[in-house]
Structure formats: structure tokens, C-alpha cells
């Protein structure tokens, strides 16, 4: 299984950005899937994640209602829609595949993990 994300780069605070995340192998459609992200100097936290089927999710609070998490399970794809960014957004974004169908904020949930992309929101 392989996770690739994209989308990331510079962006003024109020901006908008649209990360993705392609999964390849045989586990995506029904398994979970979740963006985490890592701050500088901070450790690795939850941002949101979607269950298999696209009719659940769930956001940590520092991203409701400016962040979207979506999935389309034809094309093995899952993004994330940031709106309204701002400079505490700033991080490296993580795309990860769950080990179930439904899963939450934890790490351990969670089996495989993309590279990465930067997001940098100036102010």
C-alpha cells in the first residue's frame, strides 16, 4: 500500500488550499481514512478523517468549519479542502489509511501513512 499527497505550498493567511491524497494497493475503499499534520517542533496531531464510505467525519476543533475531508473511493482518492487558513496551520499534512472502516483521532488507528506535504500559511 502506497500513499501519495499533494498540494501543499505557500499561501497567505484568509487563503485556500486543496490537499490530496492518492492510495494505491489493495486497501482504500474499505478502510477509514485520516490527515494528520506535524508543526515544527510540535509532535504529529489530528485533523480529520472520513470513513469508508464517505458518510462520516469527523474534524479535530481547531479546523471545524474551515476544513472539508472528502474521499471518491472510484478513483482511490481522499482530500482535504482548507479554507480560510491560518498561520497555526502551518505544517507538514499527512495523509494515513486506517486499519477499519470507521476510525478516530488516534494514531495507533491507523496502518499506513504518505510522506507528506509542507503547507506554509504566511501572515
Known amino acids: 500500500v502506497q500513499l501519495q499527497a499533494s498540494g501543499g505550498g505557500l499561501v497567505q493567511a484568509g487563503g485556500s488550499l486543496r490537499l490530496s491524497c492518492a492510495a494505491s494497493?489493495?486497501?482504500?475503499?474499505?478502510?477509514?481514512m485520516g490527515w494528520f499534520r506535524q508543526a515544527p517542533g510540535k509532535e504529529r496531531e489530528f485533523v480529520a478523517t472520513?470513513?469508508?464510505?464517505?458518510?462520516?467525519?469527523h474534524y479535530a476543533e481547531p479546523v471545524k468549519g474551515r476544513f472539508t475531508i472528502s474521499r471518491d473511493n472510484a478513483e482511490n482518492t481522499v482530500s482535504l479542502q482548507m479554507n480560510s487558513l491560518k498561520p497555526e496551520d502551518t505544517a507538514v499534512y499527512y495523509c494515513a489509511a486506517a486499519r477499519r472502516p470507521v476510525s478516530g483521532r488516534g494514531q495507533y488507528e491507523y496502518a499506513y501513512w504518505g510522506q507528506g506535504t509542507l503547507v506554509t500559511v504566511s501572515s
Open positions: 494497493g489493495r486497501i482504500f475503499s474499505n478502510n477509514a
Open positions: 472520513i470513513s469508508w464510505s464517505g458518510s462520516g467525519t
